[in-house]
T-cell receptor
């Protein structure tokens, strides 16, 4: 079974709709991240969380919100979707006590299309 | 501003040859540099990490070098195989939480 799972894998929505992307992990890591990936651009950090009570904005947080329901679950919401939020979204985890410290473990991604 | 550059043009090589991918950065003093592999429609997968005080790291057919003076990392795949075809991402960490990813370079290995 995959260590980091994301649902849904694909989603089509309309402008103005609120949608939620979910991420679950079985790795037992405290740190979780949400990124978006656009063609020709690197992964860009939206939000990150170091534990259930700690949530921080990344470089492109406008238009997004997150919820860390438990150590294993981190959800990303688009409050009112717009077409330029069409992208591939990835959830990731990391363990600061891992010997490779900064290594990130990614989910399979959610492909979102906003019409 | 901080910047990571990877060759945006795809790299095409013949099976059995060595593939060399480049990652250049500016305005950074990274503590770690990582390389990830990404297949179409899938999440990146960690390959190798090299620290700022290390010059070279190897893992099976993979080799990474890290030159903090040139601000450059080279990623080598020796005896390349068609199964190595993928996009390879470079990522820099300054320590703590923040990791910055490059846009990646696509590699095609022809049989």
């Amino acid at each position: 079974d995959a260590d980091v799972t994301q649902t849904p894998r694909n989603r089509i929505t309309k402008t103005g709709k609120r949608i939620m992307l979910e991420c679950s992990q079985t790795k037992g890591h405290d740190r979780m991240y949400w990124y978006r990936q656009d063609p020709g651009l690197g992964l860009r950090l939206i939000y990150y969380s170091f534990d259930v009570k700690d949530i921080n904005k990344g470089e492109i947080s406008d238009g997004y919100s997150v919820s860390r329901q438990a150590q294993a679950k981190f959800s990303l919401s688009l409050e009112s979707a717009i077409p330029n939020q069409t992208a591939l979204y990835f959830c990731a985890t990391s363990d600061p006590f891992d010997s490779t410290q900064e290594t990130q473990y990614f989910g399979p991604g959610t492909r979102l299309l906003v019409l | 501003s901080q910047k990571i550059e990877q060759n945006s043009e795809a790299l095409n090589i013949q099976e059995g040859k060595t593939a060399t991918l480049t990652c250049n950065y500016t305005n950074y003093s990274p503590a770690y540099l990582q390389w990830y592999r990404q297949d179409p429609g899938r999440g990146p997968v960690f390959l190798l990490l090299i620290r700022e005080n290390e010059k070279e790291k190897r893992k099976e057919r993979l080799k990474v070098t890290f030159d903090t003076t040139l601000k450059q990392s080279l990623f080598h795949i020796t005896a390349s195989q068609p199964a190595d075809s993928a996009t390879y991402l470079c990522a820099l960490s300054t320590g703590g939480f923040k990791t910055i990813f490059g846009a990646g370079t696509r590699l095609f290995v022809k049989a």
